[in-house]
């Protein structure tokens, strides 16, 4: 027998904690799941506004072109809902940090901070620092990496550089000078990446 649900749910509210106990509850009957806010109701597509490249549903829901209406969810998945909402409240649903969200200051430093005791979402603002042309050349000798983008000046006309532009590994490296604590003793042992 087919599965029964509606392809688009709704609920209003500035409420986190009840957007996501609706949405984790509901969500496995639902092709869609729209949580309306303030932050996102101006942009917001409505109700029952079609997302043809978000690919959503699940089996006997309705749907077709992108959805995922009738046996096409079975060979992928069989629940699955699309969350539609703004940024934080989507962060909030699914505990992942989305691109867009405000951050959350913290006066603690993160690595001060045992595991359990982060928050989704936190986040540091530290001292600026700008990269100069100096940086870069001896970025360059450093690493080796002397590509004409970095080091060549006068090569760079017909490509899509302007300007010098700055190593990527130099740039991850200075970003994570000014999120270590200074030359005090931390649990940091080992950095494997930057998002």
């Not at 917001?44 to 072109?65: D, E, N």
């Not at 600026?128 to 080091?151: E, G, P, Q, V």
Request: glycine share 14%; aromatic share 8%; with cysteine.
């Amino acid at each position: 027998k087919m599965g029964k649900g509606s392809l688009v749910s709704s609920i209003v509210t500035a409420d986190a904690s009840i957007a996501k106990n609706f949405v984790l509850g509901a969500g496995a009957w639902h092709g869609r799941m729209l949580v309306l806010n303030a932050q996102c109701a101006k942009e917001s597509t409505g109700h029952g506004s079609p997302l043809p490249l978000l690919v959503h549903g699940g089996p006997g829901r309705a749907g077709g072109g992108e959805e995922m209406g009738g046996m096409r969810g079975v060979k992928h998945y069989m629940q699955r809902v699309a969350i539609q909402g703004s940024p934080e409240m989507i962060t909030a649903i699914t505990n992942q940090y989305m691109p867009g969200a405000a951050g959350i200051a913290t006066r603690v430093h993160p690595f001060e901070k045992y595991f359990e005791e982060l928050t989704v979402g936190e986040q540091i603002v530290t001292g600026k620092r700008t990269i100069t042309d100096a940086d870069i050349k001896a970025f360059a000798n450093l690493s080796w990496d002397h590509f004409y983008a970095h080091t060549d000046h006068t090569s760079l006309a017909g490509t899509l550089f302007e300007q010098p532009v700055a190593h990527g590994y130099f740039i991850m490296s200075a970003a994570a000078g000014l999120f270590v604590p200074g030359s005090r003793k931390n649990p940091v042992l080992l950095n494997y990446g930057i998002d």
